[in-house]
């Protein structure tokens, strides 16, 4: 399934970077719709790792923000943890934790009081780092 929107978020990429291209500066309905399709298809991309759900229309941002901590501590590892380890078992972001591991069960990575605490932590680690 994922291939499948790969694939489609390329394609919908290659439409937009042309109509960007050519000398009509006017956006109509169809960009808009392409560009709604793709925020969408990015965002699908994104929360493959986030067991909790995501509302409101903040939902891009912090799924977005979950995929750049993610890329990062599968590249740099995290303090204390082996980082073998991370890249063989990945991270899930659950509602009170972040995991290494596929679900709420495996080894921590760190541990939150609530969704809010889980995305704030994300938010100012990607800041700290200069991953914005």
Sequence with gaps: MLNKTQKRLNEVNKILDYRRKSNNPTIDEIDIDLIKERNDLQFKLNKENINFRL????????????????????????????????????????????????????????????????????????????LN
């Design 55 to 130: 509302t409101c229309n903040n939902k891009y941002y912090y799924a977005n923000q979950c995929k750049i901590f993610t890329n990062h501590i599968l590249k740099h590892g995290y303090p204390y943890k082996d980082i073998k380890r991370i890249k063989e078992n990945g991270i899930t972001f659950n509602k009170y934790s972040i995991n290494i591991g596929y679900n709420q069960h495996c080894e921590d990575l760190k541990r939150f009081n609530s969704k809010d605490e889980l995305l704030g932590f994300v938010i100012g680690y990607n800041c700290a780092n200069g």
